[in-house]
């Protein structure tokens, strides 16, 4: 079958047209990956071809060995995915050791996979042992509103955590985890990635401090909801802020009680008084 008429390209282009039209990626901002399934890569195998060299990834993924990602070209304009997906995204396959990456499909006019290819795989790395393999979808965006409270908020998870959960109701139930933050450094490399993949470790949600943010999830709906979630919380937050400030607010005990009705767990670190 060929991959361009295949669900899971369907469903990761629809996501690439639906995040540009939230104002998410100006330009080139922002890249976004999906571990593909077996029976998938299995289906699509006919438009693959296994004769380009690998090249290294610059983080180390063993427990991704041999799995195909469909991933956005480094430089590629997420607007322009939706018109040509072979000339703006590509299929790669992980080597054996989980250390080098080969380009099996797409990219046809050339190109490199997103330059934070170490981000994404070590966020994949991270994310399929602890969800034992539920969660698929790594999505990187220049979200405004959240950029925007990294120049005010203290860098700190517990309170961006707390703020974002302030801002709506259901904030708490869609991430309960909370967000993590990771200080400004040099996007591309192995440093920042390494620095996310902590935070994965206990988040789905990273925030990179005046960037951007990463969000995880299990498929296309769900990474882009969250995602969606987290913005429009930053949004009212900023219009708080520009409004004076809060008057009144939900409070650490609201919130577990809140816990107690939606059977979620809510850590005692972000509901200090
Ligand atoms: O793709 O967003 O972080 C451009 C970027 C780099
Ligand atoms: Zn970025």
Redesign the pocket.
């Known amino acids: 079958m060929d991959i361009l008429k295949s669900k899971f390209m369907e469903g990761f282009v629809r996501l690439t047209d639906d995040a540009f039209r939230k104002g998410w990626h100006e330009r080139n901002?922002?890249?976004y990956s999906y571990r593909i399934k077996c029976e998938e890569a299995e289906m699509v195998m006919d438009s693959f071809s296994f004769d380009r060299d690998f090249a290294p990834i610059g983080v180390e993924v063993p427990n991704l060995a041999g799995e195909f990602f469909l991933v956005t070209g480094s430089g590629k304009f997420m607007r322009n995915v939706i018109l040509d997906p072979a000339a703006n995204t590509c299929v790669i396959q992980v080597d054996q050791d989980g250390k080098n990456y080969r380009i099996v499909w797409g990219l046809r006019d050339g190109g490199r996979p997103t330059s934070?290819l170490p981000t994404h795989l070590m966020n994949h790395s991270i994310k399929k042992e602890l969800t034992g393999g539920r969660h698929r979808v790594i999505l990187?965006a220049?979200t405004t509103n959240v950029i925007a409270l990294t120049f005010v908020l203290p860098l700190k998870d517990e309170v961006f955590t707390r703020e974002l959960w302030e801002m709506a109701t259901e904030c708490p139930v869609v991430f309960p985890d909370g967000v993590g933050v990771v200080p400004w450094m040099v996007?591309g490399g192995r440093e920042i990635a390494l620095a996310t993949a902590e935070l994965m470790k206990k988040y789905d949600v990273a925030i990179w401090a005046h960037?951007?943010i990463f969000c995880s999830g299990e498929d296309f709906d769900l990474t882009f909801g969250l995602m969606d979630t987290v913005e429009k919380s930053a949004e009212i937050l900023v219009k708080v802020l520009s409004m004076g400030g809060k008057k009144q607010t939900i409070t650490a005990q609201d919130f577990r009680d809140l816990a107690k009705d939606f059977h979620v767990t809510l850590p005692e670190k972000f509901l200090y008084e």
């Open positions: 901002g922002g890249n934070e990187h220049h996007p960037h951007g």
